[in-house]
């Protein structure tokens, strides 16, 4: 991969070389920071090549992301910017269009700009929308923000918010879960949870509401299942409060 780590777009570097760390203990080998220039084939298989190195290979497997196909468009209306530009009923820039899914760029909560969210639940619900607008139901979808959750080789990774955030770091260590996140001006903008899938709802919910502008903090509920799910008291109160200091590291072991 050109990336310097596993999921450059959802994890930090930090957690993305601790996931790669994880999967070479299994026995894969990653190669960082390479690009592909050739494959080819030869009597026994196949043969890679990045640069001055060349790999045998039996089988080759090239995963190079999507695109919406938007060339059906006249390229004036609907307006587009990679994908097509919707507001929160999910109609366009052109009366009475619509889009949903993969080929509309409707609002990332964090932000507030208009971005391609690619994921079945983000689709669903603007599909749910587009369906009620047509039908002149009162709809209003406010938008997502940019997660991952994946589950491979025994292991879980999320990824929750914005990969380029600066600010506080907070990390969690607990038994091969590792909890890390990033507080920009007080409110979480990152978090990575590495084998701990039960808090990722709990997380979740918490910065959706946050990037909504709700002011109420962690419920009472979902603070016993972060408690009974490895986090203490010390870390949950520091996924919630005001500005610390920045640039300041807060570590749990």
């Not at 994880?22 to 043969?47: C, H, N, S, W, Y």
């Not at 907070?170 to 084998?195: H, S």
């Not at 918490?206 to 903090?217: A, H, N, Q, V």
Request: hydrophobic share 40%.
């Amino acid at each position: 991969d050109m990336a310097p780590s596993l999921f450059p777009l959802a994890a930090v570097p930090e957690v993305g070389a601790e996931l790669g760390q994880r999967v070479m203990e299994k026995g894969v080998q990653l190669k960082f920071g390479v690009g592909l220039t050739a494959i080819d084939e030869v009597p026994d298989g196949l043969k890679v090549s990045f640069g001055t190195e060349t790999l045998d290979a039996d089988v080759v497997v090239l995963a190079i992301g999507t695109r919406a196909n938007l060339d059906f468009l006249d390229g004036s209306e609907p307006q587009v910017n990679r994908g097509i530009l919707v507001n929160e009923k999910m109609e366009t820039s052109a009366p009475g269009i619509y889009a949903a899914g993969d080929c509309a760029s409707g609002r990332n909560i964090q932000t507030g700009q208009n971005q391609i969210i690619g994921l079945w639940a983000n689709a669903g619900y603007q599909g749910r929308t587009a369906a009620g607008a047509m039908l002149g139901k009162p709809v209003d979808y406010p938008g997502n923000m940019p997660h991952n959750i994946t589950h491979f080789m025994d292991m879980d990774f999320i990824g929750f918010g914005d990969v380029r955030a600066k600010g506080e770091i907070i990390r969690c260590r607990r038994d091969g879960f590792f909890l890390y996140a990033i507080r920009q001006e007080g409110t979480l903008a990152l978090v990575n949870i590495v084998d701990n899938h039960i808090i990722s709802g709990v997380i979740k919910n918490y910065m959706t509401r946050k990037f909504l502008g709700s002011s109420e903090p962690i419920s009472s509920m979902q603070k016993v299942i972060l408690l009974r799910s490895g986090l203490d008291e010390a870390i949950i109160e520091l996924l919630e409060r005001s500005p610390l200091n920045e640039g300041v590291t807060y570590e749990s072991n």
